[in-house]
């Protein structure tokens, strides 16, 4: 199967052919623009989705299937009719989903800036949006690079190798670092490799079959990045589409164009550890939060807190995966701070991961707290 830009420039192509035997001379045809919005892969020349298209399709099911079928496993964590094996599929993980820490929709309204308080801001009018401790998944397939700055570490965990139909058991690694037959360490440029780290130990899961991991990257090519969506001028829209559509005929007017591309989002989500700080009270019942390592201190505004509270805890606490909400969250605020920079630990079991600065910010959690304090003074 050619892709849409693909088959296009064989169009421009065999005009071109014609044209010149037809003793029109040398000049190259006009630069045709595809009408809509270009994917950013397409302009990038990133092939990888009609790859995986090209594979999928050589079954019955079409593309949109698949999709279906990711999203399914994405919100659902198991699909009802599944193209092979029992019908519903067996469940990813009894604890999680993947919407319990993404979002699938643009999250931050500067692409390139992981700032949790424009976020929220962001976020605030649209409906089923979080302040997660995972990255959206909208643009995913569009980055270099996944588990980066603190989360390096899980570029020691394992994932099958290669993935296929029959389940394979968790790899490790076991106490020498080593990952078990069958499996290797993921490569942190590959998001089928982020995506089964996520599944087989985030989730407290398993790791996902072929069919689950090809459905699960049709839906995240579902949510690329487009042309539209990185704020380039008019004028530099234009350009762009110029220079790179249908096919790009100036390699360095190309190279050009595609860096200011790369430059308008991000290649890599980073993530800093956040450090607990200094806890102490105030006289009026509040808490002043700080100093941090870096001299800082916060106090928090239960105002605020009470909206970042529905959006950055309340879809996880309060609910089957967590009862407790509220009040009791607050009950030792030394053990809130240690719950925000380290998460929990089990490993069998329903745990809360961490928030990295880049996902909460200090003023942010400082507010969650004191509106947690005002509940516990009221019984809630």
Not at 74 to 81: K, R
Not at 237 to 250: G, I, K, M
Not at 341 to 361: H, I
């Amino acid at each position: 199967m050619l892709s849409r830009w693909k088959a296009l420039a064989v169009v421009v192509a065999a005009v071109a052919v014609v044209a010149a035997a037809c003793g029109q001379g040398l000049v190259p045809p006009p630069a045709v623009v595809p009408p809509g919005d270009p994917s950013v892969a397409a302009l990038l020349g990133d092939d990888r989705r009609d790859k995986l298209e090209d594979r999928i399709a050589t079954g019955a099911r079409p593309w949109s299937r698949w999709v279906s079928w990711g999203e399914e496993l994405f919100y659902n964590g198991f699909v009802e009719d599944p193209p092979v094996g029992p019908k519903p599929s067996p469940r990813i993980s009894v604890f999680y989903t993947c919407a319990n820490c993404h979002n699938t929709a643009r999250e931050d309204p500067v692409l390139t800036d992981q700032n949790p308080e424009a976020r929220f801001q962001y976020i605030q009018s649209r409906p089923g949006m979080f302040m997660t401790q995972g990255t959206t998944m909208w643009g995913a397939v569009n980055r270099e690079s996944f588990y980066n700055g603190y989360y390096a570490l899980y570029h020691d965990l394992c994932v099958p190798d290669p993935t296929t139909e029959t389940q394979t058991a968790n790899g490790g690694p076991n106490e020498q670092g080593q990952c078990a037959p069958g499996t290797r360490k993921m490569d942190p440029k590959s998001l089928e490799d982020a995506t089964q780290v996520c599944s087989g130990y985030c989730s407290v899961g398993r790791y996902l079959v072929r069919w689950e991991l090809d459905a699960m990257m049709a839906y995240f090519w579902s949510l690329e990045l487009h042309l539209s969506d990185l704020g380039l001028s008019p004028d530099d829209e234009q350009s762009v589409r110029e220079t790179l559509l249908p096919s790009p005929r100036d390699p360095r007017r190309a190279a050009e164009a595609r860096a200011q591309l790369r430059s308008r989002f991000l290649l890599a989500a980073g993530d800093t550890a956040r450090t607990v700080p200094e806890v102490s009270r105030l006289p009026g019942g509040g808490y002043a939060v700080g100093p941090y390592p870096d001299g800082q201190s916060f106090t928090g505004d239960p105002g605020r807190g009470g909206p970042l509270y529905a959006r950055s805890c309340a879809h996880c606490h309060g609910t089957a995966i967590y009862p407790v909400s509220g009040g009791p969250l607050a009950g030792d605020v030394n053990r809130f701070f240690q719950m925000l920079a380290k998460g929990t630990s089990e490993s069998n079991a329903a745990y809360m991961p961490e928030f990295t600065y880049q996902r909460l910010s200090r003023q942010q959690s400082a507010d969650i707290l004191a509106y947690l304090l005002r509940l516990l003074r009221e019984g809630r």
